[in-house]
Nanobody, 125 residues
Framework: EVQLQASGEAWCRLGGSLRLSCVAS????????IGWFRQAPGKEREEVSC????????YYADSVKGRFTISSDNAKNTVYLQMNTLKPEDTAVYYC??????????????????WGQGTQVTVSS
């Protein structure tokens, strides 16, 4: 059974830092790209970052570039999203997702196969 479990610190003040974790199970980690998405109330879902540990590729949305860092620990089947210099507009429910990736084609992925439950991140001003 494929599972993605997202978790992390939930709240900080403007300019603070938080780290999210996404633990994956039930599939071969290197064969998948893991993406982090967020959705704020009344807004569309946004992909903020993606990583393929098997092909050493990362992606960042312009809105988070230079502030967020995605990384993976293959031994733990875990992807991390380190979020620094946080702003109130980063407040959202954050989700991780996994999609098959063989090193070819569009990156970040257009479609993801599996989704984890969301975790709320709140940044106060």
């Amino acid at each position: 059974e494929v599972q993605l479990q997202a978790s992390g610190e939930a709240w900080c003040r403007l300019g603070g830092s938080l780290r999210l974790s996404c633990v994956a199970s039930g599939f071969t980690f290197d064969d998948y790209a893991i993406g982090w998405f967020r959705q704020a109330p009344g807004k569309e879902r946004e992909e903020v970052s993606c990583i393929s540990s098997g092909y050493d590729i990362t992606y960042y949305a312009d809105s988070v570039k230079g502030r967020f860092t995605i990384s993976s620990d293959n031994a733990k089947n875990t992807v991390y999203l380190q979020m620094n210099t946080l702003k109130p507009e980063d407040t959202a429910v954050y989700y991780c997702a996994a999609g098959s990736y063989n090193g070819w084609g569009i990156f970040p992925l257009l479609e993801y196969d599996y989704w984890g439950q969301g975790t709320q991140v709140t940044v106060s001003s």
